[in-house]
Each structure stands twice: as structure tokens, then as C-alpha cells.
T-cell receptor
Framework: EAGVTQSPTHLIKTRGQQATLRCSPI?????VYWYQQALGLGLQFLLWYDEGEERNRGNFPPRFSGRQFPNYSSELNVNALELEDSALYLCASSLGDRGRETQYFGPGTRLLVL | AQSVSQHNHHVILSEAASLELGCNYS??????LFWYVQYPGQHLQLLLK??????LVKGIKGFEAEFIKSKFSFNLRKPSVQWSDTAEYFCAVASGTYKYIFGTGTRLKVLA
């Protein structure tokens, strides 16, 4: 069974640009989560999508947005990039969610903002 | 605001030593608790989780964790660590609104 995949593995952008990160969940999983892992800060919850809808978001500005497609894959968009957006962005998927499901993580996309 | 604290950022142990990693959370309502692990070069994966019932939860690879509600704690334990337990360990809490909050992680190094 294929795991969670993310693309690209690395992304280099300059300040002010937009970044698009992609995630494909495990087959059959309907929930997708996005996390930011910046150095020394652990995983910060960004967004949760389930069945195509945004269900919850963390304490991030609106320039962090995303969507979930009918095939349950997801996209994270970061507009007006700032230097402090440089981080590892992790995607996870689960079988729906009621706060109890195991999340399966992908390898991450490392974003560098210059 | 809800938070999860992992007080030990780096832990170094010799093989066969006992392990206890602390995790404390701040949230007054019902929570679901998790420990995830990231082995070198691998993805984050679940070690164990607690929702209700017996507060002592057993996970994979001989790990266990105890939920102490009065202390808002969910500490991870293993009686005897192995070199292969070298990894980064994350405590996580899912609150009633299903926001997942992760701790900053504890890097464990086990010396052979």
C-alpha cells in the first residue's frame, strides 16, 4: 500500500512569491492535515480537510490556505512568502476524523524562502 | 491557549537503561493523547494513543504511556531501551475541536 506522498521534496522561493505544495493521501483516507515544522518549534497544526471541506485551521494568517480535491488529494498555498515561512511542511492523512484516528505522515516538503 | 510541553529536549541513555519522557498539556476538556516517533530517515509514525479506559496504554516496540488526568500528563516509558530506539519522540493532543497540538519533540540518543 502506497503511503502519503508529497511534492515537491524541496522548494526554493523568494520573499513575496507564492508557493504551492501538494499531498496525496493513502488510498481510502478522507482526511488530510497540514503541519509546519520550523526549527525548534515542533509541529504546528496548519489545516485539516475532510471530505473536501476545511474543518479546522491553526493559528496561521489567511495567506496560508489550501483545498482538498474530489480524489482527496490536497494542496497548500502560501501567498506573499516571508523569510520565516522557511520550514518543513508535513502532510498527514487518516480515515476520517473524530480526534481519534491515527495520522499517517508523508516525507514533507522543505520550503526555503530567500 | 492549549499547549503541549515536552520538557526533555535531548536525552542520552545507554542501552538497557529505563526511559521516561515527560508530556504535559493544558486543556480542561476531554482530550485524546498520542505519542508519535520519527526514526532517522523515516516518516513520523504512531507509537500509541489513549482515548479512554485504562490509563496505562501499551504501544509498539515495548513502549507504554500513562495518562494521569490530575496532572495533565501523558508520560512515555520503556523499561529497557535499545540502540534502535534512537529517534525523535513527539507527544500530541487532540482536543474536543479536533485541533491537533504537538509538542516540540524529544531527541533520544541511545548509546550502544
Amino acid at each position: 500500500e502506497a503511503g502519503v506522498t508529497q511534492s515537491p521534496t524541496h522548494l526554493i522561493k523568494t520573499r513575496g512569491q507564492q508557493a504551492t505544495l501538494r499531498c496525496s493521501p493513502i488510498s481510502g483516507h478522507t482526511s488530510v492535515y497540514w503541519y509546519q515544522q520550523a526549527l525548534g518549534l515542533g509541529l504546528q497544526f496548519l489545516l485539516w480537510y475532510d471530505e473536501g471541506e476545511e474543518r479546522n485551521r491553526g493559528n496561521f494568517p489567511p495567506r496560508f490556505s489550501g483545498r482538498q480535491f474530489p480524489n482527496y488529494s490536497s494542496e497548500l498555498n502560501v501567498n506573499a512568502l516571508e523569510l520565516e515561512d522557511s520550514a518543513l511542511y508535513l502532510c498527514a492523512s487518516s480515515l476520517g476524523d473524530r480526534g481519534r484516528e491515527t495520522q499517517y505522515f508523508g516525507p514533507g516538503t522543505r520550503l526555503l524562502v530567500l | 491557549a492549549q499547549s503541549v510541553s515536552q520538557h526533555n529536549h535531548h536525552v542520552i541513555l545507554s542501552e538497557a537503561a529505563s526511559l521516561e519522557l515527560g508530556c504535559n498539556y493544558s486543556y480542561g476538556g476531554t482530550v485524546n493523547l498520542f505519542w508519535y516517533v520519527q526514526y532517522p530517515g523515516q516518516h513520523l509514525q504512531l507509537l500509541l494513543k489513549y482515548f479512554s479506559g485504562d490509563p496505562l496504554v501499551k504501544g509498539i516496540k515495548g513502549f507504554e504511556a500513562e495518562f494521569i488526568k490530575s496532572k495533565f500528563s501523558f508520560n512515555l516509558r520503556k523499561p529497557s531501551v535499545q540502540w534502535s530506539d534512537t529517534a525523535e519522540y513527539f507527544c500530541a493532543v487532540a482536543s474536543g475541536t479536533y485541533k491537533y497540538i504537538f509538542g516540540t519533540g524529544t531527541r533520544l540518543k541511545v548509546l550502544a
